[in-house]
């Protein structure tokens, strides 16, 4: 439900009086109003971008110049997903006559960012040895592993 600039202000106005060390103030359409909401309010305001969405779609460098502390772009990795995934289902589609699909990352760079090498480091220490006993976890401080 969108409230308006005086019921965003006032709010933001009463979270400052609590003590709260920042803000954010949902969709700042344009620079004019952050500006303005980081003048009115004078305490820490957090900027947050939608690309297509109703705030501006700006840099961190010209946010930071407007006065904002920090912007999350949190619809970024979101979009970057759905692009991949549609580029990689239509170029599986597109070589099924042609051939085999283009390699979009190597087997060793894929297992490297899901983390399967760290998983298979661990596994190796529960292998069993010739004796029938799994390998001993080393102790350190009395913490198990790491």
């Given at each position: ?35 303005k ?49 549609r ?35 661990l ?24």
């Amino acid at each position: 439900m969108i409230m308006g600039w005086d019921e965003a202000m006032t709010r933001a106005k009463e979270f400052k009086r609590i003590g709260v060390d920042a803000v954010f103030i949902e969709a700042l359409p344009d620079k004019a109003s952050m500006t303005k909401a980081v003048s009115e309010l004078d305490i820490p305001t957090f900027a947050n971008i939608i690309e297509g969405g109703l705030t501006e779609n700006l840099s961190a460098k010209d946010l930071a110049e407007l006065g904002m502390c920090a912007v999350a772009y949190p619809w970024r990795l979101v979009a970057a997903h759905l692009k991949a995934i549609r580029e990689a289902l239509e170029s599986l589609k597109e070589s099924m006559t042609v051939g085999a699909p283009p390699e979009i990352l190597s087997y060793d760079e894929v297992c490297y960012g899901v983390g399967f090498n760290k998983y298979w480091d661990l596994e190796a220490r529960y292998k069993y040895k010739e004796d029938n006993l799994v390998t001993p976890i080393e102790s350190t401080n009395g913490v198990n592993g790491h």
